[in-house]
């Protein structure tokens, strides 16, 4: 009894982590207006679960070292970033918000570590379930924290800080409802409704990027679960369909936005191709190492007001509305490899995971890594500020690598009895 109140409350810290890495404990706060919990309250919980994924990984660190070794370029990535408070166009500003990628990384092992990928998704899916539950309450409750009124009048954010944030979560948290294996018919109800509470609440966020990611990594998932087990030459011509239909969209996002720019839309949606083009001019400044974490897009940036001027005189960009610009911004174009190779690799894993196994839940990794992937085209989602976005790449890439060796000793161990019980027969 006292073994299962552990685990019970180990999976409600995990979901507490993912909600905090979201930023779905600082519902409300913008530059005018304080969040809803105090932020005594969000610093507590950042620190508290930072430090007890640092302590469960150092108890349990010969399966953390065995996780870490199954993708050595993210370890090769993350010293790079936190180095580059050295070379930063802003050291102190870079400096100030290191600290995230520490919690990012060690909440990301921990995950890995403990977990494995059934797990692992049940628990994505509970976390925003529960964020689209507690978002429909905060609109209703506090409709100034979970509204937007000037810039998108009637956006959804819910918890989360911008529309095309809390409709990114929904994506990912229906990605997960849509995959996580239930027991009985009971789970089925809830699986299916929290399935269609969280596409209303993308709807409902308004975020066409997320609407359009949704459909395609729907749409590649149904026909891949439809036909993935019909033999060889079927595997194949879906593993192309993937990458082909992927690149395929990817340019579909990308004129997407431009597309909207017809229709007056307001600069964060718009010319962000022309913004583009600026940034590159400067990235050449700084080709192999970047500009730093973070800084080119700090206060009072020259880069950032010059970028935004290829928009309009008055808009002052955020970020580049494309993650792996940023990720270039940040690290150069060595950080930006290092991550395209980890990339790959985990999504040949991924590959080779979801067609050795029924199991709908092995098809997880594949699907985060289309959303991941397709997200970033036309948002930044990747090492930007402390998300939760890195912290599921990290676990996915770190997680499959050692669901793969496990699958393949199953298997060759479940072939050696079948070939005993034939030999007896002989």
Same mark, same amino acid.
């Given at each position: 009894?006292k #073994?299962?109140?552990?685990e019970i409350?180990?999976?409600?810290?995990v979901?507490?982590g993912l909600?905090?890495f979201?930023?779905g404990?600082?519902a409300g706060a913008?530059?005018?207006t304080?969040? =809803?919990?105090?932020?005594?309250?969000v610093?507590?919980?950042?620190?508290?679960?930072w430090?007890l994924?640092?302590?469960?990984?150092?108890?349990?660190?010969?399966? &953390?070292? %065995? %996780?870490a070794?199954?993708d050595?370029?993210?370890?090769?990535?993350t010293?790079i970033?936190y180095?580059?408070?050295?070379?930063?166009l802003?050291?102190?500003?870079?400096?100030? @918000?290191?600290?995230?990628v520490?919690?990012m990384t060690?909440?990301?092992?921990y995950? &890995? %570590?403990?977990?494995?990928i059934?797990?692992?998704?049940?628990?994505?899916?509970?976390?925003?379930?529960?964020?689209?539950v507690?978002?429909i309450f905060?609109v209703?409750?506090?409709?100034?924290?979970?509204l937007h009124?000037?810039d998108?009048p009637g956006?959804?954010?819910?918890i989360y800080?911008y529309?095309?944030?809390f409709?990114?979560?929904?994506?990912?948290?229906?990605?997960?409802? @849509?995959?996580?294996?239930?027991?009985?018919?009971?789970?089925?109800?809830?699986?299916?409704?929290?399935?269609c509470l969280?596409?209303?609440?993308?709807y409902?966020s308004?975020?066409?990027?997320?609407l359009?990611?949704?459909?395609?990594?729907f749409?590649i998932?149904y @026909?891949?679960?439809k036909?993935?087990?019909?033999?060889?030459?079927?595997?194949?011509?879906?593993?192309?369909?993937?990458l082909?239909i992927?690149?395929?969209s990817?340019l579909?996002?990308t =004129?997407?936005?431009e597309i909207?720019?017809?229709?007056?839309k307001?600069?964060?949606?718009t010319?962000?191709l022309?913004?583009?083009?600026?940034?590159?001019d400067?990235?050449?400044?700084q080709?192999?190492?970047?500009?730093?974490?973070?800084a @080119?897009? &700090?206060?009072?940036?020259?880069?950032?007001?010059?970028?935004?001027?290829?928009?309009?005189? #008055?808009?002052?960009p955020?970020?580049?509305h494309n993650?792996?610009?940023?990720?270039?911004?940040?690290?150069? !174009?060595?950080?930006?490899?290092?991550?395209?190779?980890?990339? %790959?690799?985990?999504?040949?894993?991924? !590959?080779?995971?979801?067609?050795?196994?029924?199991?709908?839940?092995?098809?997880w990794?594949? &699907?985060?890594?289309?959303?991941?992937?397709?997200?970033?085209m036309?948002?930044s989602?990747l090492?930007? *500020?402390?998300?939760v976005?890195?912290?599921?790449?990290?676990t996915?890439?770190?997680?499959?690598?050692?669901?793969i060796?496990?699958?393949t000793?199953?298997q060759?161990?479940?072939?050696?009895?079948e070939n005993?019980? *034939?030999?007896?027969?002989?």
């Open positions: 009894m #073994r299962k109140h552990l409350a180990e999976k409600a810290f979901i507490v909600t905090f979201t930023g404990f600082e913008t530059e005018t304080p969040a =809803l919990l105090s932020p005594t309250i610093s507590t919980v950042r620190y508290t679960v430090i994924s640092l302590v469960i990984v150092v108890f349990n660190y010969k399966k &953390a070292l %065995t %996780t070794s199954q050595i370029f993210i370890w090769i990535l010293p970033v180095a580059s408070s050295i070379w930063s802003d050291p102190e500003y870079t400096e100030k @918000f290191m600290v995230e520490l919690q060690s909440f990301g092992l995950f &890995a %570590t403990r977990f494995t059934k797990q692992q998704v049940r628990l994505v899916a509970w976390t925003f379930a529960i964020g689209a507690v978002s905060v209703w409750r506090y409709p100034g924290a979970g009124w000037h998108h956006s959804w954010k819910g800080d529309k095309n944030t409709g990114s979560m929904m994506v990912i948290g229906s990605i997960a409802l @849509f995959l996580v294996p239930v027991d009985n018919l009971k789970h089925q109800r809830y699986k299916w409704g929290f399935f969280s596409l209303l609440m993308i409902f308004t975020s066409k990027t997320s359009i990611v949704a459909f395609l990594v749409v998932l @026909f891949y679960r036909f993935r087990w019909q033999g060889k030459r079927s595997i194949v011509l879906i593993d192309l369909g993937i082909i992927g690149a395929i990817a579909v996002l =004129l997407w936005i909207l720019s017809a229709f007056g307001d600069p964060t949606l010319g962000r022309p913004m583009w083009g600026r940034i590159f400067r990235l050449m400044e080709p192999l190492f970047g500009f730093g974490r973070g @080119f897009w &700090a206060e009072e940036s020259n880069y950032a007001i010059e970028a935004g001027m290829a928009v309009t005189e #008055r808009y002052l955020p970020h580049a993650g792996y610009i940023d990720l270039a911004l940040d690290v150069g !174009l060595v950080g930006l490899s290092l991550f395209l190779i980890s990339l %790959t690799i985990t999504y040949f894993r991924s !590959l080779k995971l979801a067609y050795n196994s029924q199991n709908t839940e092995n098809i990794p594949l &699907a985060f890594l289309l959303f991941l992937s397709l997200n970033n036309s948002e989602y090492l930007r *500020l402390a998300n976005y890195w912290v599921l790449y990290m996915t890439a770190l997680s499959v690598g050692k669901e060796k496990n699958h000793f199953q060759k161990l479940s072939d050696k009895k005993y019980i *034939l030999s007896t027969f002989k």
